[in-house]
């Protein structure tokens, strides 16, 4: 039998009968090696048994309680076979071996060659099958790489209590902008792109480091014997030159910056968590400074780390906690001061302090929260618009919505629906999303501001003139007015600028287009002349009024004021 060319048999008993039982047993077998031992400890150190494919052991050798057994296993590789052999033919006997950790146990009774050799042959094939299931289940699939379960335990290994640290450092990798990678190339193509990157940092790696993907496009290095900043920046560096050449796939030549953190282990670190967080950390440290760069972790990042936490798990909280108040700010005709609507702007109150909307919205964004929270708006300014439907029935809200709501599948319906709970006319209600957010998925935008226009309510985009549309891919969204951005505005009555030939463009080209006019942060009556020249009706701005608190409007709306001329009630 060609599969057992040169195998390794190894026989520990103490009784020559047994031994010489076995000899014979498989003495057609010439190209076997067999080695014998009279105990465990013995086997346990002869190098024949380290280097042993299978083990037969006696039953009794394995007693009181199979203990010899779990003794054999921890002397050896846990994952080298173990057949035991009893005299004792009770199938008790079988069952108490195997939960033991035996492969196999047999009856030393009428020994047959062939049986034994069977024996031999499924233990091993059982063997290797496991051994592919626990390295599948170690390996990613993709890369080939150790996948994050097989680094932990790698990593936890090193860090075993009462042991000596050996010194090792961890360092985090991630590739930048990768999701745009997938995103104009489809994942086919960023899984190519993947194996390759993998590749190439491999080439800088030395042969004793461990390289893993964590998950995603995020990576791990282990470096032995790496414990001086030195050491590990010049990996780091080696790594980053390597991706000053393009990665090609396909053809298609793809620029992969890398941004890496590292923390270097200490008699301190007993957590495998907390060494792959701390490096974790460093890495976001490293984005943060501008990307393709590689920091090293520091107890003031923790801090800031732990900050940010607190700070976003607030704002996931901040609706519940009722810390989000609605100003408005009055929307006006500038021609004669009277009020037509308000814009809903959202304020937080986090511990006594008003956190400024540039600050929390990009982060609501990126954590998912800005769900939550444009929830929160659009109900509490649904609701009170209908408290001011009685004595206000012209009076109109619009409401700011970041592009990420609409990645909500059910956005559209959720709007419509909390229109109809407090029983509002749509077309009172005005969804305002900025230019750059119009066109951030055009398709989706337009499935989205089609179902609600075609219900009724109205469409504007903010800030226009400061992102990357045009007039004529704002024809193609289901709009009805653009706001001219307050950036140009400001310079409207300087004569060397060419701001108001742009308004008056705008205004002339939109007007052609059936879109309605909104100027922004129009602050002096100057500016409110000019526009009034160029033909805008409408308007918002501090030379009318600042945001106003709901009890500031409502006073305002109750007596039925409007702005003069020069912006006063």
């Known amino acids: ?53 299978v083990i037969l052991l006696d039953y009794d050798l394995s007693t009181p309680e199979l203990q010899g057994l779990g003794k054999l296993q921890a002397g050896l590789e846990a994952s080298l076979p173990i057949i035991v052999l009893t005299d004792d033919e009770d199938i008790d006997c079988f069952r108490r071996a195997i939960k033991a950790g035996a492969q196999d146990c047999l009856c030393k009774n009428g020994l047959d060659g062939k049986q034994l050799i069977r024996c031999i042959h499924n233990t091993l094939e059982r063997q290797e099958l496991q051994q592919q299931l626990r390295r599948a289940a170690l390996t990613d699939s993709l890369t080939g790489l150790l996948n994050r379960d097989a680094l932990f335990v790698e990593i936890s290994n090193r860090l075993k209590p009462h042991a000596p640290l050996e010194p090792f450092s961890i360092l985090f990798l991630d590739i930048d902008d990768f999701k745009l990678v997938n995103d104009s190339h489809g994942h086919d193509f960023g899984d190519r792109f993947l194996i390759e990157f993998v590749r190439r940092v491999q080439n800088c790696l030395r042969d004793a480091d461990i390289f893993a993907r964590f998950g995603g496009d995020e990576f791990v290095v282990v470096l032995p014997r790496a414990s001086s900043d030195k050491t590990v920046l010049s990996i780091a560096d080696t ?141 509490s300014a649904c609701k009170q618009l209908s408290s001011w439907a009685s004595s206000n029935s012209q009076i109109s809200l619009s409401i700011n919505v970041s592009p990420v709501q609409f990645e909500q599948a059910a956005f559209a319906d959720i709007v419509l629906a909390t229109i109809a709970q407090y029983e509002l006319e749509p077309q009172r209600i005005t969804i305002e999303l900025t230019e750059s957010g119009a066109i951030k998925d055009f398709g989706r935008t337009v499935e989205m501001l089609a179902i609600l226009r075609e219900k009724g309510v109205r469409i504007s985009i903010d800030d226009f003139g400061t992102g990357h549309s045009s007039l004529s891919q704002l024809h193609r969204l289901p709009v009805d007015e653009v706001k001219i951005d307050r950036s140009f505005i400001q310079h409207i009555e300087s004569p060397d600028d060419y701001s108001t030939l742009f308004v008056e463009t705008i205004h002339l080209l939109a007007s052609r287009i059936g879109l309605d006019i909104i100027a922004e942060g129009i602050e002096t009556p100057g500016q409110r002349q000019v526009l009034l020249d160029c033909g805008y009706r409408r308007g918002q701005g501090y030379l009318f009024a600042r945001p106003l608190t709901v009890v500031e409007a409502t006073d305002l709306l109750d007596a039925n004021r409007s702005f003069d001329t020069c912006g006063t009630v």
């Open 239 to 379: 790594i980053r030159r390597e991706f000053e050449i393009p990665i090609v796939v396909d053809g298609n030549p793809v620029f992969a910056g890398v941004s890496l953190g590292y923390t270097t282990a200490s008699v301190t670190h007993r957590d495998t968590s907390q060494l792959l967080r701390e490096a974790d950390t460093a890495l976001f440290a490293a984005k943060a400074r501008g990307k393709s760069r590689c920091v090293k972790f520091d107890c003031e990042m923790r801090d800031a780390a732990i900050e940010t936490l607190n700070f976003e798990r607030s704002l996931w909280q901040a609706a519940e906690n009722s810390e989000l108040e609605l100003h408005y700010q009055p929307l006006v005709n500038i021609a004669d001061g009277r009020i037509t609507g308000f814009e809903t702007l959202v304020r937080w109150w986090h511990s006594g302090n008003l956190i400024s909307p540039l600050k929390f919205i990009p982060i609501a964004e990126r954590t998912g929260a800005i769900h939550r929270i444009g929830a929160w708006i659009l109900q």
């Open 1 to 53: 039998m060609n599969t057992f060319n040169g195998l390794r048999v190894v026989v520990i008993d103490d009784d020559p009968h047994g031994v010489q039982l076995v000899s014979q047993a498989l003495a057609e077998h010439r190209d076997l090696k067999i080695f014998a031992f009279t105990d465990i400890d013995s086997a346990t150190a002869a190098p024949p048994t380290h280097a042993a494919d």
